[in-house]
Structures are given as C-alpha cells and as structure tokens.
C-alpha cells in the first residue's frame, strides 16, 4: 500500500520506500508510478489507467517526498517550477564522519559516467561537468553519526551522494559513493523529507513534509529539536 502524503484533484504526493522504483526501468519490478495509477483507479473508480505525470524522481534507494500530476496542465506547470528552481527540496542524510564545517554552502562540477551510473564532483568545471550546489547544517548527533539537514539548489545525477562524499562524508549506506558497509535493508540513509512550491492551479504555498523513516538508526534523530523542517 501506498502512503499518500497529499492529495487533490492536480496533484498527488507519496511517502515512496528506499525498495520502490521511481519509474520503469529494465529491473522488470513493478516502479511507484504504476502502484500510484491503480491507487487512483481503485479510488475514483476510473476506467482504464489513470493519467499521472512525473515531475522529478528519486534514487531508488532513497526514501521521502515524491510529487506526481494527476492532470496534464498541473504537469506542465510543475515542470516549470523544477526548471526554474521554484521548488524548495529539503533532505535528510546520516552519515559517519563530521562535515568540514557545522553549516556551508558547497559547490561542485559534477559529471556523469553512463557506464558505471555514477557522478564524480570536481572542485573546478571540466569539460561535459554540470554546476551543483547544495547547502548543509549539522541538525543531529549521535554516539556514532551525524544527521545532516540539505537544502539542494541544483537537481543533478546523484548529487547529494556525489558531493557529501566529496566533502568525506558518504552517506551511510552508500557503497558506490565510498560508505564502507551497506545498510541491511539495501536503502542509503539519505530521505526527501521535504517539498515545498506554489500550487501549480491554485496558487496558493503548499508545503509537503514525510515522516522520518521508522527504522533504528533514524530513531537516533527522529525526536531532536534541532530538526526544524
């Protein structure tokens, strides 16, 4: 079962698991989107399958926020606010070794290898890079982890993971971007924890919020007043 998170007659926001897929791939497993349509058909009693556009996508294993349109025109419209950057995305990561500083603004060049389905970030821009910036402040402490709150202000490939490991922190979890040890359900500790825009209809500013996961470590943090999001 899908949890929803928001709802109306434009849009529909998710609560998506670190297991689902944001879309089709060649895995054959069935992807969010899919799940998301047939919760819509069952609901509204609509013949066929539901219209549902995708605005913006998650890693698979990462959990959190993900925002679909239910109408082609709330499509169109969201597509506007991503590429302009209108749309406030605010993270949540755990990782193992303290940041360089308690809060930054960092900036890398990042670009994708298609092969190894990875980005590298670079300090200075070379030559098929892409700009990538990010803000982090330490939110969290625990006996052996930092919990990290992230704004991005760029969406590229893999780029919180790229650049949080760039700094020395991976996320944890996260082998392709050098954390040691996976994490026993397969997810990276990295959650889409927020969204906020202008309703692409109605105008009016809606902000989404998912709750931190359930599971151990994430409970380490999931009372902490320093967590203002």
Same mark, same amino acid.
């Given at each position: 079962?899908?949890?929803?998170?928001?709802?109306?007659?434009?849009?529909?926001?998710?609560?998506?698991?670190?297991?689902?897929?944001?879309?089709?791939?060649?895995?054959?497993?069935?992807?969010?989107?899919?799940?998301?349509?047939?919760?819509?058909?069952?609901?509204?009693?609509?013949?066929?399958?539901?219209?549902?556009?995708?605005?913006?996508?998650?890693?698979?294993?990462?959990?959190?926020?993900?925002?679909?349109?239910?109408?082609?025109?709330?499509?169109?419209?969201?597509?506007?606010?991503?590429?302009?950057?209108?749309?406030?995305?605010?993270?949540?990561?755990?990782?193992?070794?303290?940041?360089?500083?308690?809060?930054?603004?960092?900036?890398? =060049?990042?670009?994708?290898?298609?092969?190894?389905?990875?980005?590298?970030?670079?300090?200075?821009?070379?030559?098929?890079?892409?700009?990538?910036?990010?803000?982090?402040?330490?939110?969290?402490?625990?006996?052996?982890?930092?919990?990290?709150?992230?704004?991005?202000?760029?969406?590229?490939?893999?780029?919180?993971?790229?650049?949080?490991?760039?700094?020395?922190?991976?996320?944890?979890?996260?082998?392709?971007?050098?954390?040691?040890?996976?994490?026993?359900?397969?997810?990276?500790?990295?959650?889409?924890?927020?969204?906020? =825009?202008?309703?692409?209809?109605?105008?009016?500013?809606?902000?989404?919020?998912?709750?931190?996961?359930?599971?151990?470590?994430?409970?380490? =943090?999931?009372?902490?007043?320093?967590?203002?999001?």
């Amino acid at each position: 079962m899908i949890e929803v998170l928001y709802e109306d007659n434009h849009l529909i926001a998710v609560n998506k698991r670190s297991s689902d897929l944001s879309q089709g791939d060649s895995s054959g497993d069935t992807p969010l989107d899919d799940q998301v349509k047939d919760y819509i058909s069952e609901k509204y009693g609509k013949p066929g399958r539901a219209f549902l556009g995708i605005a913006h996508r998650l890693d698979r294993p990462v959990g959190g926020v993900i925002l679909y349109a239910r109408t082609s025109k709330a499509l169109k419209r969201l597509n506007e606010l991503f590429q302009k950057r209108e749309v406030r995305k605010i993270y949540v990561a755990i990782v193992r070794e303290r940041p360089p500083k308690d809060e930054d603004t960092v900036v890398h =060049f990042l670009k994708k290898n298609e092969q190894q389905n990875k980005s590298y970030a670079y300090d200075k821009e070379i030559k098929g890079s892409k700009r990538a910036s990010l803000t982090y402040r330490i939110a969290g402490r625990s006996d052996k982890y930092y919990l990290l709150e992230i704004e991005l202000h760029s969406g590229r490939h893999h780029q919180i993971r790229a650049q949080l490991s760039r700094i020395g922190c991976p996320v944890k979890g996260d082998l392709k971007y050098g954390y040691p040890r996976s994490n026993d359900d397969g997810s990276i500790s990295l959650f889409a924890r927020m969204l906020e =825009f202008t309703h692409p209809v109605r105008q009016t500013k809606l902000t989404i919020r998912a709750p931190l996961p359930g599971s151990d470590v994430w409970k380490l =943090f999931g009372s902490n007043p320093e967590i203002i999001w």
